[in-house]
């Protein structure tokens, strides 16, 4: 490989790892909006497959869950997020919640057209 090319997949490769922390970073952002708002709309594709405490869950049941819940007067505390990209459309996320309902998260987020919506999801609450 000559001196002109590695300079080249050098710079391709800085390219590519800018974009994915640039992605990375927006759908962190995404995912903490979700969790302010307090409900999936604009979050979460209306065909949604998801896996909650109780079972299988759809948009619907994801938006009841939300207004069950109602407004919670707390701060969405998350970490240890992990965020791995499938191709250029699709992301796999992983994290921890604190606060009133602590819980780990799964999200399988998809990019649709210009929005990033999750389209599947699974939550599992914090072991005691």
């Known amino acids: 490989m000559t001196i002109f090319k590695s300079i080249i997949l050098v710079g391709a ?53 939300a207004e069950a819940a109602g407004d919670v007067d707390e701060s969405y505390v998350v970490s240890g997020y992990k965020v791995t990209f499938l191709n250029d459309d699709i992301a796999v996320m992983v994290h921890t919640a604190a606060g009133s309902d602590p819980h780990s998260s799964l ?12 389209v599947a999801n699974a939550s599992a609450p914090a072991s005691q």
Do not use: R
């Open 107 to 118: 999200h399988v987020f998809q990019k649709q057209g210009d929005t990033w919506l999750v």
């Open 13 to 65: 490769v800085t390219v590519a790892s800018s974009a994915i922390a640039d992605a990375t970073d927006d759908l962190i952002a995404l995912d903490k909006q979700w969790g302010e708002a307090g409900g999936p709309a604009g979050f979460v594709s209306e065909d949604v497959m998801g896996i909650g405490p109780n079972g299988i869950v759809g948009f619907s049941d994801m938006v009841a869950e």
